[in-house]
């Protein structure tokens, strides 16, 4: 049901006090289920890994629901399949996608925590996937990055332990941004 809605839970969290929710979409799945495992192992986050297969049929679902809730202020409320899986959220909340950003933000305001997008923005020029991946700042370093960075922001984390990861992900911060490059 799931795949048809747009999204499913493809894997849970393991134990940790820090949680969060990783998305993937499409081919890049390969990459945030890499980045769950290293935030678990490496630095005790526990992320639920969900498999986004469209994030436009969740925006449409979404918005079908949000209007059928305006022409019919009688009824209960419908909540959306998207809030329903993300709304309740509290933490860090990053998707992935080889798609430019815009993508994943179709579904920003029915997300709650902190929700960050990661995508292919701007003029790629590689010669393979991992290497536009590193460009684009969209593989499972930058996942892991983006994680604790967002888990700092939210006072869970120590933003020593963000820059740490960075020197130990071989994270550039001197590298050029893709979006101007």
């Known amino acids: 049901e799931g795949i048809l809605k747009g999204a499913y839970l493809l894997q849970k969290g393991g134990k940790g006090k820090l949680k969060a929710t990783l998305m993937g979409s499409g081919t890049i799945l390969r990459e945030v289920l890499a980045a769950a495992g290293i935030l678990q192992e490496d630095y005790g986050v ?10 436009s049929e969740l925006r449409r679902e979404a918005l079908l629901v949000e209007r059928e809730n305006l022409l019919n202020p009688e009824k209960k409320p419908g909540v959306p399949y ?24 179709q579904i920003r305001q029915w ?12 003029f790629g020029r590689s010669d ?38 960075a020197k130990k992900l071989g994270v550039d911060p001197a590298k050029a941004n893709p979006l101007n490059s």
Do not use: C, W
């Not at 890994?49 to 994030?55: D, K």
């Open 128 to 165: 393979g996937r991992a290497a536009l991946r590193h460009h684009f700042e969209v593989d499972r370093r930058y996942i892991v990055l983006a994680t604790l960075k967002a888990l700092a922001d939210e006072g869970e984390l120590d933003r020593k332990v963000v820059a740490a990861a």
């Open 111 to 122: 997300v709650g925590g902190r929700y960050v997008t990661l995508g292919t923005d701007g």
């Open 46 to 55: 526990a992320s639920d890994v969900y498999s986004v297969t469209s994030f």
């Open 82 to 105: 998207v809030q329903k899986l993300f709304g309740g959220l509290q933490s860090a909340v990053v998707a992935a996608t080889d798609n430019m950003r815009t993508v994943p933000d």
